[in-house]
């Protein structure tokens, strides 16, 4: 995926207008969140064949499994992944592990951390805690 020139302002604009929604399917779980960002910084939008395939936790849980995981659904969508999250820079989607009964779910990097959809609002977690990651 390209970048557009002024992605850096466009993904921090899409963070900002995020920063105070919280969780919520369809309109702002991982997955719509990780891709409204790449969308902003690219102007593709890697989640278009999932759009309107689920509405619920049921149903994305039924998508996930239709794929065999989260990273397995996001490498279909964002190509492979980086060999070690590490390398994740500014703007790339990160899979990382919330614990018990949660699962993994999606981010996008800001640098040292990445911000992801939480119950009040958008949350941010040291890049330490990712994974794995995919370039945009």
Not at 17 to 39: H, I, L, M, S, Y
Not at 82 to 99: E, H, K, Q
Request: charged share 15%; glycine share 10%.
């Amino acid at each position: 995926m390209t970048r557009c020139v002024n992605w850096a302002q466009l993904l921090s604009a899409y963070l900002l207008e995020r920063k105070a929604q919280p969780f919520a399917w369809v309109k702002n779980d991982c997955c719509t969140f990780a891709a409204g960002a790449v969308v902003a910084m690219t102007g593709r939008d890697p989640m278009a064949p999932l759009r309107g395939k689920y509405k619920t936790r049921a149903g994305a849980g039924k998508l996930l499994a239709r794929a065999g995981n989260l990273q397995a659904l996001a490498s279909q969508y964002l190509g492979s992944p980086l060999a070690t999250p590490a390398l994740a820079m500014r703007g790339d989607v990160v899979l990382f592990d919330m614990g018990g009964p949660h699962g993994q779910a999606l981010g996008i990097c800001t640098g040292t951390h990445f911000a992801a959809p939480g119950p009040e609002r958008t949350e941010l977690v040291p890049m330490c805690a990712a994974v794995t990651a995919w370039r945009v």
